[in-house]
């Protein structure tokens, strides 16, 4: 189970910082991924790192977003500093177990309820 928090409201310019806990047998191995929507839209890919913190970015947020996972409190997360208006959605974590880092949300075989960013202009 997946519970991601951390969500609001912000400026542009301004940082936020996204959490995700997950609760269950294994996530040291797991690879942890932030994925958000928009309404009408599919899943875009936001970041992800294995459990070795080697991490993937989109090139929209590279530079500005920064995930770190923490593996004795089964949290990763998602530091966004510069938000711009078009990072407005829903955020959400997700797990794959697949054995290489990927950014196809096909790939994230669990998913937890997504935590609402907005960033007013």
């Known amino acids: 189970q997946l519970q991601a928090f951390g969500g609001g409201l912000v400026q542009a310019g301004g940082s936020l910082r996204l959490s995700c806990i997950a609760s269950?047998?294994?996530?040291?191995?797991?690879?942890m991924g932030w994925f958000r929507q928009t309404p009408g839209k599919e899943h875009e890919f936001v970041a992800a790192?294995?459990?070795?913190?080697?991490?993937l970015y989109e090139a929209s947020v590279k530079g500005r977003f920064t995930i770190s996972r923490d593996n004795a409190k089964k949290t990763v997360s998602l530091q966004m500093n510069s938000l711009k208006p078009e990072d407005t959605a829903d955020y959400y974590c997700?797990?794959?177990?697949?054995?290489?880092?990927?950014?196809?949300?096909?790939?994230?075989?669990?998913w937890g309820r997504g935590t609402l960013v907005t960033v007013s202009s």
């Open positions: 997700a797990v794959s177990r697949k054995l290489s880092i990927s950014k196809s949300s096909s790939d994230y075989n669990f």
């Open positions: 269950g047998r294994t996530f040291r191995s797991d690879i």
């Open positions: 790192i294995t459990s070795g913190a080697i991490t």
